[in-house]
C-alpha cells in the first residue's frame, strides 16, 4: 500500500479542490439528462426567486444508475431527464419517491406517475418533416408511410434511438406486436438511406434531395429556424412542413421530459420546491419559448412559432403504458435489423 | 494491484453471471452484423493506420527531405484530436452543406444530391477514413522509435552484405519491424473498440452500439454486461497478440548499439512525393479538424464571448489528467516491473487481466465501478454510524478521487505496454551490474531504474494525460456533482447540437492535449533520446 502514498495524496487534492458544495442547506442537488442550456434560466429564475441555489450534475445515460448505486448516502434530491423510459426506470430501480400529490393535481394524470414519483414538465411530438417541393399530402398518418409509394423515400434516425424506441412502442400498443412488425418492416425497407446522424440531420438530407420524408420531434424545428450560429439549418427548415401524423385518429404520438423526485433527497422540501415551480405557469411559458417545446399544463399555450405548425392532437395513451412496450420495441428493432437499411 | 484494477471487470462479470435470465444479451439478431460491421472497421483501421504510420516513420528516420524536422514531430500532432470531435469536424466539411460539396455544386452547376454522386462520409469507411487520420500516430510512433534503434544497424549490414536497399527493406527490415507495427496497431484498435461517439454519429452498427441498447432500452444489464464481456475477450485476444509480438524482441541487439540509420538525401520526385505525403497525412489528420474547430471557436466568441465556465473546466481537466498521469505511471511501473521479475504464468496472466481496463466501453465501465463503491460507501457509513454515529456520507462514490480511479483502471495499459517495453530496451544488465557494485535497492531505483528509464516514464504520462482529457464516457457518470471537464463540457453544447458552441472547448482539449506531445517531440530533441510511446 505504501506505494499509493503519494497517489492518494494527489487524489486528495484534487477531491479537496472539487468536491461537492455539501455544507450549504439552501441547496438542491440536481442529476440533469437535459442540456444545460436549457434548465439553466429556469434554474437562475428559481434561485433568484427562493434564494435556494441549485447544484446540477449533467451527464448522459448512467446517471439514475449511480443514484441506485449511491444509495440512502446519495446527494441527489431531483432527477431531470427526457423519455418516459427514463422516468419509469427510475421507480423500477427504486431511486423515486412519491411527490407531494397537491403539486402534481395540475398534471393531466396520463403525463404523471400513478403514485406520483414523476411528473412530465414538457411534451414534443414524433411528427414528419415533409418537403416542401416533393411530397404534397397535406395529411399523413404513421400507417401511411408503410405503403409502396413511399418506396425509397423515408429518412430516420437509428431505430434503437430512445425517441424511435417510443413511437415504435406506441404503435405496439395500437397496432399490437404482429401488427406493429409488418409496420416497421414496410417502413425499414421504404428507407431512403440506412439510419444514421440525429433528427437535423434527417432533415437535412431532405433538403439535399436524399429523401422526402423525416421522422423527427417537433422542437429541431424551432431550434433550426431560429439557429443564429449555424445560418444554413434555416434553409434546411425552410425546406419542409411539419405534418402531425395520426391527427383527428389516435392522435400524434408523444414523448416527455420529466423530473424524479430522489428517493433519498436530503433537501426534499427545496426538491419539491422546484418541481411546483416549474409546473408554474412562469416556468411552463419560459419552457415553450426557450425550446419549442408543448406545454404540460392545459392552460398554457405554446409559442407562436410552435402554433404556427398547427394543433397538436396528442395521442391520450397513458405514458406509462407506452413504456411497457419499450423494452419489446427494442427487440422488435434488433430482430428485424432495422438499423441495417432497407431489404429489398 | 491486479485486483484493484480489475475491479469493474469482476463486477460486471458478477452482473452476468448471478442475474442473468436468459434472453437479450448474445441472442441479440443483430449481434453477427454488428460484429461484422465492427471487424470491417477494424480491419480497414488497422490496415490504414499500420500503412501511413510505418511509412511515415521510415521516411522520417530513413531520409533526408525539406522540411524533414517539421514532418518529424508534426506526424504526432493528430494524436491531441479525440475521434470524436475530428469526426464532426469532418462531417461539417464533407456533408452536403459543408464546403466541399458546395463546391462541387458550384462547378457543376447542380443543386441537389439527386444529380450528383458523392461518397456517403457517414458510412463505415467514412467511420474508417476519419479514424485512421487520427490514429495512425500509434503506429508512427511505436515504428519510428524501432527504426531508430534497430534496424539501423541490421540494415546496414545487410547493405554491407550486398543487399539492395529494396531487398533490406523487404527482408530485413519490414519483418524485423512487425512487433512495432502490431503494438502500435493494437493501441489504434483498442481505441476504436472504446468510440461510442463517433461509431454511432457514422451510423456504424458496432458491438458497443449492441451492448448499449440491451442495456438502455431493455434494462438488461446483465444481458449488457454479457456483451461486454463478449467485447472484452475480443480486446483481451487484441492485448494477447500485441503481447505475444512483443516477446520477440528479447531477440533483437541490444540498446547499446548506437548505429543511427543512415538517411538518404531525396531529391526531384522522390523529394516531392516525400513532403506531399507529410503534408496530405497532417493536412487531412490535423489541420482539417483543428481548422474546422477554430473557425466554428471563432464565430462563438465573436458572438458570444468567452463562457466563464469553461476557464474552471481547462483547471480541473489539467488537474485531473495530471493526477491520473501520475497515479497510471505509477501503477505501469509496479505491473511491468512485476512482470519483468517474476514470469510465473498465473503472475503474468493475472497482470494481464489487470490492463483489460482499456477495452471496456467507458459507461460500462462506469457502472462496473459504480456498483462496488457504492456497496463500499455503504459499510463505511455503516461502520460510522456504529463506530461514532454519524455517516460520513460518499466517501468514493461521485468523488474525484472515484474518477482517477476509473481513468487510471482505463488507461493502465497505455503505461503498461510503454514502461514494459522500455523496461525490455533497456535490459536489466544495468540494473544487475549495480546490484552487483553493492548499490542498495534504494539507490539502485533512484540512481539507475528511473533514470534510465525517463523517456518511457515520460512517454507514459504524456500518453495518459491526453487520453484523459479526452475521456468522456466515463466522467460523464462519475464526476463529482458541479464539476465539468472540457470534454463533459464539449458534449453538452454537442448534445443541444450547438456545434459552435461545443467548438471553444473542443479546441482548448487540442491545445491543452498538445502540449505534452510538442514537449516530449522537443525533449527528443532531433532524434537523441527514445521516441515518446516506447
Known sequence: MKHFGPAAVVAAVVLAASGPAAAQSQIVNIYSYRETGLTQPLLDRFEAETGIKPVLLFGGDGLIER?????????????????????????????????????????????????????????????????????????????????????GRLCTRSGQHVYNIGLIASRIVHLGLDGTRQWLTAVRDNLARKPTGNDRAQVQAVYS????????????????????????????????????????????????????????????ANAEKLISFLLSEEAQYLYAETNHEFPILDGVAPSALVASWGELDADPTPLTEVAAQRAAASVLVDELRFDEGPRN | MALVAGLPVLALVWVALTSFSGGGGLGARTLPGALRETGLLLAMVGLATAAIGFVAAWLVTHFS???????????????????????????????????????????????????????????????????????????????????????????????????????????????????????????????????????????????????????????????????????IAVVAALIWLEQYARRRRSYLMPRDTQTRPPRAALSGLPAVLAVAFSVLVVGLGFAVPAGQLAVGAVAQIARFGVDGQIVSAL????????????????????????????????????????????????????????????????????????????????????????????????????????????????????????????????????????????????????????ETIKELPATLVLRPLGLETLATFVYAQAKAELFAAASVPALLIVAVGLVPVLLAGYLQGGGRGQAIAS
Open chain 1, 209 to 268: 434531395g436524399q429523401c422526402d420524408l423525416a421522422i423527427g420531434n417537433t422542437y429541431y424545428m424551432g431550434l433550426m429556424l431560429t439557429n443564429e450560429a449555424e445560418p444554413q439549418q434555416k434553409q434546411w427548415a425552410q425546406s419542409v412542413r411539419i405534418i402531425y401524423p395520426d391527427a383527428g385518429g389516435d392522435g400524434t404520438h408523444v414523448n416527455v421530459s420529466g423530473v424524479i423526485l430522489a428517493r433519498y433527497a436530503p433537501h426534499k
Open chain 2, 315 to 466: 483547471v480541473q481537466t489539467v488537474a485531473l489528467a495530471i493526477a491520473a498521469a501520475f497515479i497510471c505511471v505509477l501503477a505501469g511501473y509496479m505491473t511491468a516491473g512485476r512482470l519483468r521479475v517474476a514470469r510465473s504464468p498465473t503472475g503474468a496472466l493475472l497482470l494481464r487481466a489487470a490492463t483489460l481496463g482499456y477495452a471496456v466501453p467507458g459507461t460500462v465501465l462506469a457502472i462496473g465501478l459504480v456498483v462496488p463503491l457504492g456497496a463500499l460507501d455503504g459499510v463505511i457509513n455503516d461502520i460510522g454510524r456504529w463506530v461514532v454515529g454519524a455517516a460520513p456520507g460518499l466517501v468514493l462514490t461521485g468523488s474525484a478521487a472515484a474518477l482517477v480511479y476509473a481513468y487510471a483502471v482505463r488507461f493502465l495499459t497505455v503505461s503498461h505496454s510503454t514502461l514494459s517495453a522500455g523496461m525490455v530496451r533497456r535490459g536489466e544488465h544495468v540494473l544487475e551490474a549495480a546490484r552487483v557494485l553493492g548499490a542498495s535497492r534504494g539507490r539502485v531505483l533512484w540512481r539507475i531504474d528511473l533514470p534510465t528509464l525517463r523517456p518511457a516514464l515520460m512517454a507514459a504520462a504524456t500518453l495518459v494525460f491526453v
Open chain 1, 67 to 151: 443514484a441506485a448505486a449511491e444509495g440512502e448516502n446519495s446527494p441527489v434530491d431531483l432527477i431531470l431527464t427526457v423519455d418516459i423510459g427514463n422516468l419509469v426506470a427510475a421507480k423500477e430501480l427504486g431511486v423515486s419517491q412519491p411527490i407531494d400529490p397537491a403539486i402534481l393535481a395540475p398534471v393531466p394524470p396520463a403525463y404523471r406517475d400513478p403514485d406520483g414519483h414523476w411528473t412530465a414538465l414538457s411534451m414534443r411530438a414524433r411528427v414528419f418533416y415533409a418537403s416542401r417541393e416533393r411530397v404534397s399530402e397535406q395529411s399523413l398518418d404513421y400507417d401511411d408511410i408503410a405503403g409502396p409509394e413511399w418506396r
Open chain 2, 65 to 231: 527531405f525539406p522540411g524533414r524536422r517539421i514532418a518529424q514531430w508534426a506526424f504526432i500532432l493528430p494524436l491531441a484530436i479525440p475521434t470524436y470531435l475530428s469526426a464532426f469536424a469532418w462531417v461539417e466539411v464533407l456533408e452536403f452543406t459543408g464546403p466541399v460539396q458546395g463546391a462541387v455544386r458550384l462547378l457543376t452547376g447542380t443543386e441537389s444530391l439527386r444529380e450528383y454522386w458523392f461518397p456517403a462520409i457517414r458510412s463505415l469507411p467514412g467511420a474508417a477514413f476519419v479514424m485512421s487520420l487520427v490514429l495512425y500516430p500509434y503506429v508512427y510512433l511505436s515504428c519510428r522509435a524501432y527504426f531508430l534503434m534497430q534496424s539501423g544497424a541490421l540494415a546496414v549490414a545487410a547493405r554491407t552484405l550486398g543487399a539492395s536497399p529494396q531487398r533490406a527493406f523487404w527482408r530485413i527490415v519490414l519483418p524485423l519491424s512487425r512487433p512495432a507495427l502490431i503494438v502500435g496497431v493494437t493501441l489504434a484498435l483498442l481505441e476504436v473498440m472504446n468510440d461510442l461517439g463517433a461509431v454511432e454519429y457514422f451510423g456504424v452498427n458496432s458491438l458497443t452500439a449492441v451492448v448499449y441498447f440491451t442495456w438502455i432500452h431493455q434494462s438488461n444489464l446483465p444481458g449488457a454486461a454479457q456483451l461486454a464481456l463478449t467485447l
